[in-house]
């Protein structure tokens, strides 16, 4: 993963990153990314203003301040906020992803903005990295998405009424729903539902903005 380059688009449906362009959407100036539970919970202490978010294996642990929920994100920040995520998967590949040109955060709720976005760039090199169940496990709706996106920047007619059915009827969805997580499938399976492009700004820790097209 180190060694890819290009532009990136990293891919987490059910939902990191619904939840980071959420959160965007909703007035936060920056989303500070971390793949590991006690740095996130370090930083906090550090600078206990930020929002603590996040989850293992889908649920939120006992001391954070809110989940990785893109249905909440309004209740989860106010304007002018800079949340502090931590997921399974979405978050964890950031700080390997060294020799990338761009990396942006892409699903189905975004998924024409990042196509636009992808071709303004105009880079040689776009890798969709679908991320999978907790980034170990290949996850049926992060294939789908990188598909789609992919589709979009090739001009290739698509019909969304299938996949989303093949969304919902997957095992992805059937998790969230065991955990009772309906509203965050809802959000997760909606198509070019907001115009926003995240986009990872390199550092110590690494942060995700609104890009500026």
């Known amino acids: 993963m180190e060694s890819i380059s290009g532009a990136v688009v990293v891919i ?5 990153s619904n939840t980071i362009i959420s959160l965007l959407a909703a007035g936060a100036k920056e989303i500070v990314l971390l793949a590991d539970l006690e ?8 600078e206990p203003s930020r929002p603590l978010l996040g989850e293992r ?18 209740s989860l920040v106010a304007p002018g906020d800079a949340p502090i995520l931590t ?17 942006l955060f892409g699903s189905f709720a975004n998924a024409s903005a990042v196509a636009a976005c992808l071709r303004d760039l105009a880079t040689s090199v776009v890798t969709m990295l679908p991320m999978g169940l907790e980034a170990r496990t290949r996850a049926v709706e992060d294939d789908e998405a990188a598909v789609w996106i992919t589709g979009l920047l090739e001009g290739r007619s698509q019909d969304f009424e299938p996949v989303r059915a093949r969304l919902l009827d997957c095992g992805g969805a059937r998790r969230l729903r065991r955990l009772g997580q309906n509203d965050d499938l809802r959000v997760c399976t909606a198509l070019d539902t907001i115009d926003i492009v995240p986009i990872v700004r390199p550092g110590s820790p690494p942060r995700a903005v609104a890009l500026q097209r």
């Open 39 to 46: 740095r996130a919970r370090a930083l906090k202490r550090e």
């Open 87 to 103: 997921t399974s998967a979405g978050t964890q590949a950031i700080a390997r992803l060294t020799s990338a040109e761009v990396v």
């Open 57 to 74: 294996g889908g649920v939120t642990p006992d001391d954070f301040d809110g989940g990785n929920a893109p249905s909440k994100a309004s």
């Open 12 to 16: 987490d449906v059910f939902r990191a």
